[in-house]
């Protein structure tokens, strides 16, 4: 199941923490340590880090990814937070995909239904809060950026006339497309 655990009891610092993210110089191991010298120091603020490692901002190590790197830019910021909620709250994505602009009601129900009853009402309730929060930070305005693979590379990698045959041939045979478009030449593509 692709929809994260991790939660922020309180989320009124949640944009400090990322605006203060964007400011730092990225550390070699995002940990406590490095969370205290931001200037948060609050118990409640330390689930930020489960949250980064959901969101892939961070390993399970606590190293900084491409991803949080990507996010210190400020031109790309809110996408790159919008692709981390979409990645880490996939299964929520895959019932809607545009789960972002979801009621606080619908979304408690829909978060219910996917834990299958296992969490509390308050634990449902701070996801709720959580995903809320992270959504207003985020920009899910692009939509292109985040369609799935195989409708991005077919027009990309040969003409117009073209895309609609590898498109169909997709649909007919299911195929996958390997994340990485270079893997692929446009002469393997066609029959």
């Not at 981390?84 to 239904?113: C, M, Q």
Request: with cysteine; glycine share 4%.
């Amino acid at each position: 199941m692709a929809l994260t655990d991790a939660y922020l009891i309180a989320t009124k610092n949640l944009p400090a923490i990322l605006d203060a993210i964007k400011t730092a110089r990225a550390p070699d191991k995002f940990a406590l340590r490095f969370l205290e010298d931001l200037g948060f120091k609050s118990t409640n603020d330390r689930l930020i880090i489960p949250l980064l490692k959901a969101l892939q901002f961070i390993d399970d190590n606590g190293a900084p990814t491409q991803r949080y790197f990507d996010f210190l830019d400020e031109s790309q910021s809110a996408h790159v937070l919008a692709d981390g909620i979409r990645d880490a709250y996939e299964d929520l994505y895959r019932i809607n995909k545009r789960a972002h602009t979801l009621t606080k009601a619908a979304l408690v129900g829909k978060l219910k239904s996917l834990t299958e009853g296992k969490k509390s009402e308050a634990v449902v309730q701070n996801m709720t809060r959580t995903f809320l929060a992270l959504s207003k930070l985020a920009d899910f305005s692009d939509e292109s950026l985040f369609t799935p693979r195989q409708n991005q590379l077919a027009p990309r990698l040969m003409g117009n006339n073209r895309a609609t045959k590898w498109t169909k041939l997709l649909r007919r045979r299911r195929l996958k497309i390997p994340l990485c478009s270079r893997s692929l030449q446009p002469g393997l593509l066609t029959q």
